[in-house]
């Protein structure tokens, strides 16, 4: 692959997405406008929703069997991430030796614990990828092919990781626009759990304290605080429970916090709550 964020000529042969969703399918439309890849399959569970997938012009062709992706050259799943490992099998069994498979899931340690022997050595080598952009809206339906133009994207290989492969992978997302960083896959998940799975936690634990009768009274501060819990279910418990550990240190860490804040307001501490306040404002301007 050249090392190109527009390429003049496709990266990619063929490009094959499992799982033509919201992000399945947002790769599928950035690729297809930068010129990413000539011909995208799309593999999923069900034939109407990718022959629909094939209508909106996102997929060259769809399929429930995997074989579909016997001669890609690379494929991403976007799948739940209790799934992800069962995917990336199926596809390691079918695809080219020379090919390279990654994800787009939200946690990667046991995910790359699982899959550590997909090294290349003897056949298609798999290393993480997370974007990190979404939408709580679901369905192909929603693509953006925008969706990851500036955006982060880490890529966690482990040690036995080929650097080829790891470069390869590298220039895929930045030609999808993205702003690429490399982390192991503990380091990833421990960050995430603080800012994207804590979030949601803390999101999803505000708007089931609320009331019926709140309703009317909400206006934008808890609508922005809350959006984030608005987030499908189904795929959120995956989450939490593949990255429990760290989650769960975050949220230690975050009760610790709202203690500072209770002991300020029951000792009605002007001054001690003002610098939590301050320190808070401070951190949350420098997020940009």
């Known amino acids: 692959m050249p090392d190109s964020s527009s390429p003049s000529q496709p990266l990619l042969a063929t490009l094959a997405i499992t799982g033509v969703g919201l992000i399945g399918g947002s790769i599928a439309a950035a690729a297809r406008q930068r010129h990413v890849a000539e011909r995208i399959v799309g593999i999923g569970r069900t034939e109407k929703r990718l022959a629909d997938a094939i209508e909106a012009g996102l997929i060259d062709e769809g399929s429930t069997d995997v074989a579909v992706a016997a001669d890609a050259d690379l494929a991403v ?162 989450i939490f429970q593949h990255n429990s550990s760290a989650i769960t240190t975050a949220l230690a860490r975050f009760q610790a916090q709202l203690e500072e804040f209770s002991d300020g307001l029951r000792r009605d501490d002007g001054c001690a709550l003002q610098k939590l306040l301050e320190e808070a404002k401070r951190k949350r301007d420098g997020l940009g």
């Open 77 to 238: 799943v976007c799948t739940p991430v209790d799934r992800i490992a069962q995917d990336v099998r199926s596809l390691a069994a079918v695809m080219p030796e020379t090919s390279l498979m990654t994800d787009a899931g939200s946690t990667k340690w046991a995910l790359c614990q699982e899959l550590t022997d997909l090294d290349g050595a003897n056949g298609p080598a798999f290393i993480g990828s997370h974007p990190l952009a979404g939408s709580t809206r679901q369905g192909f339906e929603h693509a953006n092919p925008d969706l990851f133009d500036k955006k982060v994207c880490v890529l966690t290989p482990q040690a036995n990781a080929d650097p080829a492969q790891v470069a390869r992978l590298e220039t895929f997302w930045r030609a999808l626009g993205a702003v690429v960083l490399r982390r192991t896959p503990e380091e990833h998940d421990q960050a995430l759990a603080r800012t994207s799975h804590l979030p949601h936690l803390v999101a999803a634990a505000l708007a089931g304290s609320l009331s019926e009768e709140d309703t009317e009274l909400s206006a934008t501060g808890l609508r922005d605080t809350t959006r984030i819990a608005a987030g499908d279910p189904s795929l959120w418990v995956p």
